[in-house]
């Protein structure tokens, strides 16, 4: 048997034993009096970046408002419903804690240890944020959207004045395609256009309607006190609502020709940035333009400052308190225990109340983290799990924690 497959094994164990210290989350380990330290340690950095909770503080919460079953769709004739089968795997559902869109996958890069990709959506829908939320539609039709299902996104472009962003992706499913960019050369009005997306959490919704117009230099200004945006636009009289920003307008080839972004005031007006736009967006960006400030913010290298290192006077282990300064403050413990059958555990406490939210594992001791355990709702029992398959601290996958009962 290979030493991975047995280590999967080894976690698996770990996980579902009725003795997961996690399960019962307690205060950080005391400091000691001796002044010994174990060479382990220096296996560990912790100033490359800490460990930051999924995204958002209360994802839980949210990830269950797509805990439902994807509605069966109608769809006009046989071109549409191809239409739809074809593109519908491109199109993401993104949530954050505040809001929630749509997005188009624009580019996939196969990898090790999974296909990374780049999604294109409204600066809008992502907010604030650093990292979303991103569900895939699920591969059979009707199947039930499964919040285990949500993979990490993270922020890395976003242009506040076209109102467009980038989103990367590192695990892909691999049902997914890739919806290919129009021009506007193609794109008249009168024309059949196409749009996917999430209308008030309506999950995969497709509609249909007709360029109204092409309006160079439009500008709109969504929330008074909020970005006057300006872009060319184009308009449609496809029904488009709350969810479907971000997502793709659709011409009859099937290629993405704008971002359905915005509502006016009366009945079918419907617009969405021009693909024309989106090319300046990625071309800017591609040479370094639109870093998002937070994301900028939160990449920074962490300052570590260790409190105290020795034995623990509670258990027969080494240990490292740290204060740690990244995009916020958070005290840490690194737990070596003196028993080799044991994981090293690296416990954080993001909210400053003396007990640990965060567990992170190292399950074989070879100086790379495999899983990581969440308390995202602060109430002393885990409900997320994370995944490291690179073995760095920050997290690439999450799922729903389901202790065994």
Known sequence: MSRLVLQSLAILACLYSGSLVAQDLGPLLPPGQSAQRSPVLDRYSLEAGIPSAPRPANLS??????????????LRGAKEIELYRTLAPAVALILTDKSQGSASLIASKPGTPATSGTLLTNAHVVGGASEVAVIFKP????????????????????????????????????????????????????????????????????????????????????DPSGTRHLAEVIQTQTPINPGNSGGPLIDESGRLIGVNSFKGTGELLNFAVSVREVEKF????????????????TSKPCQAKVVYEGRSQKDDAFIRNVDLDCSGRANATL???????????????????????????????????????????????????????????????????????
Request: glycine residues 8%; proline residues 7%; hydrophobic residues 35%.
């Open 139 to 222: 591969a059979q039709n009707g199947a039930k959207i499964n919040p285990a299902d949500a993979v990490i996104g993270r922020v890395r472009k976003v242009d506040p004045i076209r109102d467009l962003a980038l989103v990367d992706v590192a695990n892909l499913p691999a049902n997914v395609t890739v919806i290919a960019l129009g021009t506007m050369k193609d794109v008249a009005v009168g024309a059949d256009v196409h749009a996917i997306g999430h209308p008030e959490g309506q999950t995969w919704t497709y509609t249909k309607g007709l360029v109204s117009q092409i309006r160079p230099d439009f500008q709109w200004q969504p």
């Open 61 to 74: 919460s949210v990830l269950r408002r797509v805990d439902q079953a994807e509605p069966g769709l109608r």
């Open 282 to 297: 990625l071309t800017a960006a591609q040479g370094g333009a639109f870093e998002p400030k937070l994301a900028a913010a």
């Open 335 to 405: 737990y070596v225990p003196d028993d080799k059958s044991q994981p090293i555990v690296f416990r954080i406490d993001t909210n400053h109340d003396g007990k640990v939210d965060a567990e992170i594992y190292d399950q074989d001791r070879d100086g790379k983290w495999d899983y990581s355990l969440w308390d995202t709702d602060f109430d002393g029992k885990p409900d997320l799990i994370g995944f490291h398959p690179d073995g760095k601290l920050q997290l690439s996958r999450y799922e729903k924690y389901q202790p065994k009962s």
